[in-house]
């Protein structure tokens, strides 16, 4: 398994204020996602960061509003920026270690909210 | 689009009873198939992975996976209070793609 410390584990915001979220892995895995939870619903994927290439981002998600930076092979940080009560939410990074069949362990979270 | 559905529940189940939890999946090229459990406000804790078709058994929790109807499930023996959670089965393919379900709902009922 994986230990993944991420902080803040929550953060109160103003409107228009950036907040960068860091997550560390305590092995070395290439491949990282970010999630975002709203309340009562599944996770939906952010984007993937891989080490050495730019971020990944699903539909729905921009580079100039989520910025994803990976420096090496056990962290990374991911910015919500200009924010806005809408982007409330709970962040989630994750990594996924590759052995004996693919598992992803989470991060405990960070419980974000935009006034 | 590749999509993994569930029953979002709740489903209720007495103290001491089986709980059975099912997933369905779109993409016939998925290769892994996992169960998440995640308690109010805390992030999502995996259980159980499987890889290959049959049935595969950790303690009170038995997964088990059928490729050729594309559906995986989850069975929890002697279900306790504690197991009331949200069970989330997640599917990874061969794109690197993790894709989750909507989560299922489990209230154990003392």
């Known amino acids: ?115 | 689009q590749k999509e993994v559905e569930q029953n979002s529940g709740p489903l209720s189940v007495p103290e001491g009873a089986i709980a059975s939890l099912n997933c369905t999946y779109s993409d016939r090229g998925s290769q892994s198939f996992f169960w998440y459990r995640q308690y109010s406000g805390k992030s999502p804790e995996l259980i159980m992975s499987i890889y290959s078709n049959g049935d595969k058994e950790d303690g009170r929790f038995t997964a088990q996976l059928n490729k050729a109807s594309q559906y995986v499930s989850l069975l929890i023996r002697d279900s306790q209070p504690s197991d009331s959670a949200t069970y989330l089965c997640a599917v990874y393919n061969a794109g690197n793609m993790l894709t989750f379900g909507g989560g299922t709902r489990l209230m154990v009922k003392p």
């Open chain 1, 1 to 115: 398994s994986a230990v993944i410390s991420q902080k803040p584990s929550r953060d109160i915001c103003q409107r228009g204020t950036s907040l960068t979220i860091q997550c560390q892995v305590d092995s070395q895995v290439t491949m990282m996602f970010w999630y975002r939870q709203q309340p009562g619903q599944s996770l939906t994927l952010i984007a993937t960061a891989n080490q050495g290439s730019e971020a990944t981002y699903e539909s729905g998600f921009v580079i100039d509003k989520f910025p994803i930076s990976r420096p090496n092979l056990t962290f990374s940080t991911l910015t919500v920026s200009n924010m806005s009560p809408e982007d409330s939410s709970i962040y989630l990074c994750s990594a996924l270690l590759q052995g004996l069949g693919e598992k992803l362990f989470f991060g405990s979270g960070t419980q974000l909210s935009v006034l």
